[in-house]
């Protein structure tokens, strides 16, 4: 009846029992990944659905336009940016770092004191910072907020420093270097007849017009020819139409123009004769000035108006000439620049459709990559931005050092809510290693050694420094001196041996190990909820997947028919629980061969989980296992992080062929999981493989455990929270033996102390032990519920002296025939009396009875387990006199 109606069931209720079976089921199939994306535009974008299959290489994301910020763009050199911006201006510097953490460790002569300072008292003090600089030791007093906030102020500059690097090494700045000068004149030196390299000239100075020749006062611009060309006879100022003129005049130029030998020189002295100009940039392209640049450096340095003279080289291709511009420069003190373009590439661009002739247009542009020509060398202006970057990077790395062993303040205020919500959110990611280190043991401080702290005292026996005072007008240490320590009543406490080695005594009390016991049992509670956790879900089958680049190899042979729907529906929630929170993933399918998703690992995101999903339902299972091959897929990527094997049965290859080749590749855990296998030998060769690359072993069944195959690790999470529950409960017990025998040494003591006599007077040293046997204990108990009288010689009644109860472990085993006494009516209680509250009624009716002497249970328990030792002159209850003179009588019957 139950597989009828389960038969009759529709899909439709089947799928909405489980949300996740009708997720991956829908036509729109979504994977909530919002918490990768950090920025809050894209994540309110609305997101259009596609039938197409996912390619890494067509999603790629585009480089969006750069935004410089005001402080990172200024037009001045890098050694002028760095005297307002750099380590040194904002007080960073490793120099000027250590006076405000600290004090350097004086060992020296001081001048003022005119003696010798030395450091004496501190000692283990302060944290100390060795600086190889100066070769002195510092002592550190500031704290970890303080350190903390000079490492965010290294982060902010590290971030400037690299924004202001990648502005000079883009777009205008990369062609031309920076244009440091208000008024310019720029010198174009071109002699290329080909249009392809002379647009590509004039594409480079028209970036350079609109990106730096807006930005300063007045310009100009020159070609030179036979024919000079200016855009004006002077500097102009620069305004929107002396910029759009320039860009005009630049694509109006003739390149057929003739030029000759002493061209460049001429325009470059005419451009020196402005006297509006602070500097003139020669442009030059290709070997343009190999015919006349001996002719150009003669003029140059007889010229009497002495401008600086910037050189720009622009696509030249040789070395030679190169070197010489940058030697050139240097000479006279100018600034060098040489750019190259390396390659050139097509890239065709779509345009939009057109909606008279309803066709889209494909555009063909060039796309040109370019950098520093051989013989240029490293630019001047970047190599100095990246010096203090560096300078800056190893300032942060000490500071960060430092922070670790600088103690943590004693008080820590947090916000309570702020805390608990990021605990929530984190929970979830944790491996067990991370988790037991927020909620195990040692953090909880329940370790065994954590709560015996408060309560152990060490055993000292034998001789001990004791620091004494120092003579007086005398400016030393302690004065050490030896004395002989000989431990007494330790026969009163307990023995532990702590983690050193040390021998320790120790005073558990119930109220201790209650308290110890609550907390314990909290912990636990947690410990096996988080367990629960772990074994639903994906977790159950593939466990907590832990790293962050990922591969998953799949098993499609013939033998996985009857499963592979099951695995298909554990594959997706795998996905939505765990696969969608780390970086990069890949899906490997193996049967007879090895089928991967992509060539290799792919960025996680939402079309790439989508294109994951309808692959895995794709699959289909024939052939035989090919492990090897799959593993080896996995193993050739080198961004592979763990690999997870899916498989249940043997592989083709023989398993120690396997194991052996895996080995021998980089160090990467293979984590086997084997699925509804009943194979002995298969088990044995994945639980062998998991051991060999340091992964895990997991046996899943749907029928449950084979108690026949090898041990299951049940994925490290669970035998990691299983082991501290472990070492949980050792540790309760053993507070809990130590709490016992305290309680036992503590009533051995009382014991000792109530057998003393309370009179002044000497024990008698004649011992007699008596040879009575013991005597039958029906005969200990009277029959009257009368009393015997007191005699006269007795001393008077004193109140009853509390007996303490002894443990459980060191109470004397009574008779089953033991029953109370008739007088009674009930048995005695093991607490005192005066711990049970009497009535007045109760008082009175005691005053009236008559007072009577009889042996109590601990009395007579006492009696029967002393030596018979005592001497006839000294006093003993009468009851204790008359038992023992029964016994003897009894004896000397027997005897006769």
């Known amino acids: 009846m139950v597989y009828e109606s389960r038969k009759n069931t529709s899909p439709s209720k089947l799928l909405a029992l489980d949300p996740y079976k009708k997720n991956a089921y829908s036509q729109n199939v979504t994977f909530d990944i919002r918490h990768l994306d950090k920025s809050p535009a894209i994540r309110n974008a609305v997101v259009k659905a596609s039938d197409e299959s996912y390619d890494p290489e067509v999603s790629a994301k585009k480089t969006p336009a750069k935004d410089w910020e005001l402080d990172v763009k200024s037009l001045i050199s890098s050694k002028k940016w760095l005297q307002n911006y750099g380590l040194k201006k904002n007080r960073l510097t490793f120099f000027q770092i250590l006076p405000v953490i600290g004090f350097k460790h004086s060992d020296d002569f001081d001048k003022t004191l005119k003696r010798p300072v030395s450091s004496r008292y501190g000692t283990g003090l302060f944290s100390t910072l060795f600086h190889p600089g100066e070769g002195k030791t510092f002592n550190i007093t500031c704290g970890r907020e303080m350190l903390k906030q000079i490492e965010g102020r290294l982060t902010q500059a590290i971030h400037l420093f690299n924004r202001r690097l990648e502005w000079l090494t883009t777009e205008s700045r990369r062609l031309f270097g920076v244009i440091e000068e208000k008024a310019i004149t720029i010198v174009l030196d071109i002699r290329n007849m080909s249009p392809q390299q002379f647009d590509q000239y004039r594409i480079a100075l028209e970036t350079v017009i609109y990106e730096q020749l807006t930005q300063i006062s007045k310009f100009n611009l020159i070609r030179s020819a036979d024919d000079m060309q200016m855009y004006h006879p002077e500097c102009v100022p620069v305004t929107h139409d002396t910029i759009q003129g320039a860009v005009d005049w630049l694509w109006e130029l003739d390149r057929l123009a003739s030029v000759s030998k002493t061209a460049t020189a001429e325009a470059v002295l005419k451009a020196m004769t402005d006297q509006h100009n602070e500097a003139v940039y020669l442009f030059t392209e290709g070997n343009s000035i190999d015919s006349c640049k001996e002719l150009l450096k003669e003029k140059v340095q007889a010229c009497s108006r002495k401008i600086p003279l910037h050189l720009v080289s622009y696509n030249c291709d040789s070395s030679d000439i190169v070197r010489f511009l940058r030697e050139f420069a240097r000479g006279i003190g100018s600034k060098f620049h040489a750019y190259a373009v390396v390659m050139e590439m097509d890239a065709y661009e779509g345009q939009p ?329 298969a088990n044995e060769f994945l639980f062998d493989l998991a051991k060999a690359t340091g992964g895990r072993y997991h046996y899943f069944s749907e029928k449950g455990k084979d108690f026949d195959q090898p041990e299951s690790w049940e994925s490290e999470d669970i035998r990691l929270i299983k082991d501290e529950i472990q070492r949980g409960l050792e540790s309760l017990d053993k507070v809990e033996e130590l709490r016992d025998e305290c309680s036992n040494l503590s009533y051995k003591k009382e014991l000792a102390e109530m057998k003393r006599c309370s009179r002044d007077h000497v024990i008698s040293n004649t011992d007699r032990t008596s040879a009575v046997p013991p005597l039958d204990t029906k005969d200990l108990y009277r029959s009257t519920p009368s009393p015997p009288p007191r005699p006269k010689s007795a001393p008077p009644v004193q109140s009853p002296r509390f007996t303490p109860t002894p443990p459980k472990s060191a109470r004397p085993s009574v008779s089953s025939d033991f029953r109370p006494t008739p007088s009674s009516g009930r048995p005695q209680s093991a607490r005192p009396r005066s711990s049970r509250p009497r009535s007045s009624k109760s008082l009175s009716a005691s005053s009236k009875a008559g007072l009577s002497a009889s042996h109590t249970k601990t009395s007579m328990l006492r009696t029967l387990n002393s030596s018979g030792r005592f001497s006839p002159n000294e006093w003993l209850l009468p009851e204790t006199r008359s038992l023992f003179e029964k016994q003897a009588e009894r004896q000397k019957e027997l005897a006769l």
Not at 378 to 397: K, P, Q, T, Y
Not at 434 to 460: C, I, M, P, T
């Open 353 to 681: 459709l057109d909606p008279k002739t309803n066709k889209a247009n494909i555009v063909l542009k060039k796309k040109t990559f370019g950098g520093v020509p051989p013989g240029a060398g490293m630019r001047e202006d970047v190599m100095l931005i990246f010096e203090e970057l560096e300078e800056a990077r190893n300032v942060r790395s000490q500071i960060q050092a430092l922070t670790e062993q600088v103690p943590e303040p004693k008080i820590q205020i947090e916000s309570k809510i702020t805390k608990w919500d990021k605990e929530v959110l984190e929970e979830q990611y944790m491996g067990t290693k991370e988790w037991l280190g927020k909620y195990g043991l040692n953090a909880r401080k329940l370790e065994l050694f954590d709560v015996l702290g408060s309560v152990a005292f060490k055993h000292q026996d034998g001789a001990v420094d004791i620091n004494m005072k120092p003579p007086e007008n005398t400016q030393t240490d302690a004065v050490k001196h030896t004395k002989l320590v000989n431990a007494r009543y330790c026969d009163r406490f307990p023995i532990v041996k702590w983690r050193d080695g040390r021998v320790v005594h120790v005073q558990v009390t119930p109220e201790l190990h209650r308290d110890y016991e609550r907390k314990m049992t909290v912990a636990v509670n947690s410990f096996h909820q988080r367990i629960d956790w772990l074994n639903k879900g994906s977790r159950a089958l593939f466990g907590t997947v832990i790293e962050d680049q990922i591969y998953i190899l799949i098993d499609t042979s013939a033998s996985m028919l009857p499963s592979i729907q099951y695995l298909k529906d554990k594959l997706f929630l795998l996905m939505q629980e765990q696969i969608r929170h780390k970086k990069k993933f890949n899906l490997i399918s193996f049967n007879s061969k090895a089928t991967a998703w992509q060539n290799r690992l792919t960025d996680i995101s939402e079309l790439s989980l989508k294109g994951a999903w309808k692959w895995i339902q794709g699959l289909s299972c024939w052939g035989s296992t090919n492990t090897y091959a799959a593993l080896q897929h996995a193993l050739s990527d080198p961004g592979t992080q763990a690999i997870y094997l899916l498989t249940d049965g043997r592989p083709d290859q023989p398993p120690k062929s396997i194991i052996a080749q895996v080995q021998m590749h980089h160090t990467v855990p293979v984590h086997a999981i084997s699925f509804n296998c009943n194979d002995k030998e």
